[in-house]
């Protein structure tokens, strides 16, 4: 709540100080990681933007969570986010002119889509889905992909009964890494989370929360077992407002699409991980996740 007040505040004082589009750029970080990371992590769009995009100031917004990005979005107060496939689904859902998606990223075996992962520390004894059953399950975000909606549409499905039922507890761990955290700590007995699913295991995979994670030293993988897989994911789009400058749009697209060539350092501290680089997409790469958050969740 904090952070969609900040948002809206930020709007108000962009209004009153006689701000434009050209001269704020305002950048929208999804929840799932701690607030320091997420902004240490995006401190390099800050120093590159200005100059390559023609506005003077660029502003971070990390929100709390996934729904604080997607107001941000359709209050017409963020200019760009990486969304999920399903946070985007929700934005189109309740305005599908608020923005639009512009690129995705692509791994480095050259797929664009990625995995629900579920988690269980290798000291419970779990190694299968079969062996989960009656466990407590963790989520991440009711507006996650992968953190929600794909396994709750995904699991039922191939466990032949709901959740509820195969689970004898579900619950949120507030965010990826946060719920990973959880899992570690026992009050998860599995963890549903996101990661790339390419390269090794024993490395967190080449990107995403497991890898992040690894990387920061939160995750040990000798500790741990995978225990589902869920199918391929559509990687999450790029968007941007529709009320931002043509120019600036213009020249956010190609400052991003050259990026993981000429600021890898960048391009691999805001994605989190190893990626082959960005890929152009449209809205009809989402329409799949988009009917089934609609099947779901309703908006």
């Known amino acids: 709540m904090l952070k969609k007040t900040l948002l809206a505040t930020a709007a108000v004082a962009l209004v009153a100080t006689g ?24 401190q390099c769009l800050i120093d590159l933007l200005p100059e390559a995009i023609g506005v003077k100031e660029v ?23 990486e969304l999920g496939a399903s946070a985007y689904a929700k934005v189109y859902l309740e305005d599908p002119e608020a923005v639009d998606p512009v690129l995705t990223t692509q791994q480095v075996d050259g797929a664009t889509g990625y995995y629900s992962i579920m988690l269980a520390r290798k000291d419970s004894g779990i190694e299968s889905i079969e062996d989960a059953r009656g466990k407590r399950l963790g989520f991440a975000d009711p507006d996650s992909t992968s953190g929600f909606l794909v396994p709750s549409v995904a699991l039922p ?31 998860f007995d599995v963890q549903v989370t996101w990661s790339s699913g390419v390269g090794e295991f024993a490395d967190g995979y080449t ?26 994911i559509p990687n999450g789009p790029i968007v941007v407002s529709n009320q931002l400058d043509q120019d600036v749009r213009a020249r956010f697209i190609e ?29 009809s790469f989402y329409e799949t996740i988009v009917a089934a958050r609609k099947s779901k969740i309703g908006s």
């Not at 994670?213 to 897989?229: P, Q």
């Open 19 to 42: 701000a434009h589009a050209q001269d704020v750029f305002r950048v929208g970080i999804l929840g799932g990681e701690n607030e320091a990371d997420r902004l240490r992590n995006n």
């Open 59 to 81: 502003q971070l917004f990390p929100a709390a969570d996934y729904d604080g990005v997607v107001q941000g979005l359709l209050g017409g107060t963020l200019d760009y986010a």
């Open 157 to 187: 499905a191939q466990l032949g009964m709901p959740i509820d039922e195969y689970f004898s507890e579900t619950g949120f761990g507030g965010g990826h890494e946060n719920g990973v955290l959880e899992m570690l700590k026992g009050n």
């Open 207 to 232: 990107s995403g929360n497991i890898r992040k994670m690894v990387d920061k030293g939160l995750l040990d993988m000798d500790e741990v077992n995978e225990v589902w897989r869920s199918p391929l």
């Open 255 to 283: 400052f991003f699409k050259a990026m993981p060539e000429n600021h890898p350092d960048c391009f691999r501290s805001v994605q989190g991980g190893d990626f082959a680089g960005f890929i152009d997409v449209d809205h």
